[in-house]
Every structure is written in C-alpha cells, then in structure tokens.
C-alpha cells in the first residue's frame, strides 16, 4: 500500500502489534513478508476448495491467473514451516527474534492483507492480521498428557481453566463450545491430543486478549466520562464454533463492540497436511488469525477503521511509541446521504463486492457506509431492483453538496457502464 503502518512506531496498529508480539517471547516474529503471493501458498497448501467462494474475483485481487495480494496471514503456514524445516536462510533472516524459535516451531507473522468487502465502519479492502502458529512434536504432547494424569487434572477441551484463572477479569470470558461431530477431531490427531492443542491455545489466546483489554480499560479510566463505565463488564467476550478449511476443531472468538458481537480471531486445531506437507509429520499444531484494527478499535476506542489511514494531525498526534491511551474524538463533520436504485441485469450477474469496490474507487475515504435499504422484484415481469443508501462523510473536513452531487454521479454512470445495470 505504500504506507507500510506497521513500521510507523506511533501508529496504533504498529503499537499493537509491538504489544503482542511481548506477550509471545517464545515465537518468532515476522513483519516484513511481501504480500504478493501464489494462489498454491493462498489456497491450495490451506485445502481451499477448488470452487470455495474466497477464490472469487470478487473476494480477491488477483495480480494473474495464478498470483494474487494475500488475503489473509495463513498463506504463510506452510512456507514458513518448511522454511524452519530446510533451514531456509531466506526466509528465517526475516524473523526479528529468530533465536526464540530457530526452527520456526513457533511464529508470528504480522502483516497487511487484501479483501474485496462490504464498506462501513469495521470492512476495509486492506487491513492487517497477527498470524500465530505452535506447534510440538507428539513426544512432548504425549508427555503433557501423562503429567496431567498423574496430576489428576484430566483433559479439558474448552478452555475451562482459562476461564476459572479469568474471572472477574475485565474480558467476561464465556466458552460452552465442544469438540465432537460437528466441530470434529482429525482422524490423524487422538482425542486427548485435541483436547490438548485446543486447551494450550484457548489459554494463552484468553490471556492475550485479557492483558490487551485490561490495557483499554485502563486508558478509558483517563477519560473524562470514565466514571460512567466503572462497575460493568467491559468487554463481554465470546468463543463460538466455526469452521475453516485448514484447522479442526475450529473456533472464533467474538467481542462485544458498540452492540455488535465484532470477530476478532478465527483458529484451531491445525490440519495435520499442513505439517505433513512441510516434512514436520511428527508435529502437531494450532493456529490463529487475528485482525489487528478490529482489536485496535477496541484497545484505543476508535470507532471507525478509515481513521487508521488517515494523516490528520488530529489523529495521528495522540499516539506515541509504547502508550496505550483511548483516542478522543475531534469534532465530527456532517454525512451526506444519498440513495442509488436500479434493476439487476437480465442475466443476474450483479454482486454487491463489485459495487463497493467502484464507489470506493470513486470516493475513497469519503464513503462511510453503503448499505442495502430496499430489494425488490415485479410481479409480472420478475425484474429484480436493488437500492443502496451511500453515506459520504469526511473525517477531516466539511463536504458541499456540489462535491458528493458530482461523486454520486459519477458512481450512477459507472454502475451502468460497468456493472450492466439499469437506473430506475
């Protein structure tokens, strides 16, 4: 993207990400990965289907046929194993603490990612991700389990200790999920050995995520309406079952944000071909991804993700290297709203990713939200019509009517041109 805010010390994300990376000592750390990748390590070494949706041109940026801007931190899984594995100098150089992890056992990969998406104050088409990955060989998992039997703990799967070690903890930690047939073990793992990997991430995840609210709550107590939030739960937080192509068991984690539950992480179990494919067939692993301005607008209390790319003084002033500190709103300018209707194409080829991407292209930091307000289709002749409401606001100035009259007409004279739809 050319801008490169992860290498911005006083940026939040880079603040962020610096904050994480001390909570995981033992990993390596990667931030400098090229985002040019191959659709083998984007979907391919991660068991993608071969017609899974996220292969889309409409999900994707493809550079060529078989090239395209990473989508998501996983598509490194694989190389940056096999890298530990072949002793790949290439690659390990690039570990800022390779010494931690000298056979990339365990990392951390930081970096900026690609999307087609909707708009609105949580999507952006680039945002960045915290890859983590750990992995042990079953020796030392096996060891683990007979220690705990000896112990008399037994296993548990769902992160019940975690929890016990968090209550009254400011992340309200909640976890009724279950390993069994619809969130499945892998034939190639046992199920103690699950029960295993989940609980060691569920664990060290639950108390990342605890340290970093605890860290928000203390900068919203510096401000002046801090006084108001004393004595609630602060940050409800959720785990739900999920699934992904290339872990098993999977889950998400959810926080409760502006009355929304936001996803912060998907994760799990690793798939044992991942390993197998690097020549680590003797090692097991779990694996996340978590997106870093979603945890970010929770950690300072920014409540839009345009903010993270914007170069108003307002707002990159109130951050410094190493400060936690919740962002203050400045004045807020006033939204511009207007609504664009139209019938589909006759031959149904109309996605709403394409239509974000254009009035995106057009507006770029100036839409706030496109929403769909009205769908409609005729009785009699069975045309289908769409009506979307464009809310144009600027987090730095004042917009005129005039100004977002042009743009709006700009956006109803491409939708027709390029997306083969007719204005009602």
Request: glycine share 6%; proline share 4%.
């Amino acid at each position: 993207t050319g801008r490169d805010l992860l290498h911005h010390r006083s940026h939040p994300l880079a603040i962020l990400k610096e904050l994480i990376f001390k909570e995981f000592p033992t990993f390596a750390h990667y931030d400098s990965i090229s985002p040019v990748v191959s659709t083998y390590q984007n979907f391919d070494s991660l068991g993608f289907a071969k017609d899974h949706p996220g292969r889309s041109i409409t999900d994707t940026y493809y550079i060529n046929q078989d090239t395209l801007l990473r989508t998501h931190t996983s598509a490194h899984q694989l190389q940056l194993l096999a890298a530990g594995k072949l002793n790949d100098s290439r690659l390990l150089r690039l570990a800022k603490n390779g010494e931690a992890a000298p056979m990339n056992e365990r990392f951390l990969v930081a970096a900026d990612v690609y999307r087609r998406d909707e708009i609105d104050a949580s999507h952006y088409p680039v945002f960045h991700q915290m890859e983590g990955v750990c992995t042990f060989s079953r020796a030392e998992v096996q060891e683990h389990l007979r220690n705990r039997k000896l112990e008399g703990a037994g296993s548990r799967a769902n992160g019940s200790e975690s929890e016990a070690g968090q209550r009254g903890s400011v992340a309200q930690l909640s976890d009724t999920t279950e390993i069994g047939k619809d969130n499945p073990v892998q034939p190639e793992h046992t199920d103690e050995e699950a029960a295993f990997l989940a609980e060691h991430m569920k664990k060290m995840m639950n108390n990342m995520v605890v340290q970093i609210l605890t860290k928000a709550v203390a900068a919203q107590k510096n401000t002046v309406d801090a006084a108001s939030k004393e004595g609630q739960p602060e940050f409800p937080v959720r785990w739900i079952d999920a699934f992904f192509p290339f872990t098993s068991p999977s889950w998400e984690m959810e926080v409760l944000f502006q009355g929304e539950w936001l996803e912060i992480c998907g994760c799990g179990v690793m798939k044992q071909k991942i390993l197998d494919d690097a020549g680590m067939s003797d090692r097991l692993g779990w694996a996340f991804g978590f997106g870093l301005e979603r945890l970010a607008m929770l950690l300072f209390g920014i409540p839009d993700i345009r903010l993270f790319w914007s170069t108003d003084p307002r707002f990159t002033g109130q951050f410094g290297p190493g400060r936690i500190n919740s962002f203050k709103q400045f004045s807020r300018h006033p939204a511009c709203i207007k609504d664009v209707s139209f019938w589909l194409p006759a031959s149904g080829e109309f996605h709403e990713n394409d239509l974000m991407d254009l009035v995106r292209e057009i507006a770029g930091d100036l839409v706030e939200g496109v929403k769909l307000i009205d769908s409609f289709t005729h009785p009699k002749t069975g045309k289908s019509s769409r009506c979307y409401r464009i809310n144009y606001c600027s987090m730095d100035r004042n917009v005129t009517n005039e100004e977002i009259n042009a743009i709006q007409e700009q956006v109803r004279e491409r939708i027709v041109s390029q997306l083969g739809v007719a204005l009602r």
